[in-house]
Nanobody, 115 residues
């Protein structure tokens, strides 16, 4: 089984940056995929960015060019660097990982973009 622990959420002003971290309990290279989803109040959960391990990264159109996904394998950690944040980016952000037919979710971290 895999556990995911997110950190880095908080309050940020519009136009500012924020970086989220997701620490996995096992090697990222042992996973099929790993990424971030978000859920805004009153809306469905949506994909932000996902990494198909060893292959490619896919971003939602709404964050393309502003957000960047990266990993630090030595720390089993996935990062989501968010730049030029907008109020509509306000949501609970969830780390997600897939491995052999299982889908694992973190507890979520709140990002609020407001002046």
């Amino acid at each position: 089984q895999v556990q995911l622990v997110e950190s880095g959420g908080g309050l940020v002003q519009p136009g500012g940056p924020l970086r989220l971290s997701c620490a996995a309990s096992r090697s990222i290279s042992s996973l099929n995929n790993m990424g971030w989803y978000r859920q805004a109040p009153g809306k469905e959960r949506e994909l932000v960015a996902t990494m198909i391990i060893g292959r490619y990264i896919r971003y939602a159109d709404s964050v393309q060019g502003r957000f960047s996904l990266s990993s630090e394998n030595a720390k089993n950690t996935l990062y989501l660097q968010m730049n030029r944040l907008k109020p509509e980016d306000t949501a609970v952000y969830y780390c997600n990982a897939g491995v052999v037919g299982l889908e694992i979710w973190g507890q979520g971290t709140l990002v609020t973009v407001s002046s």
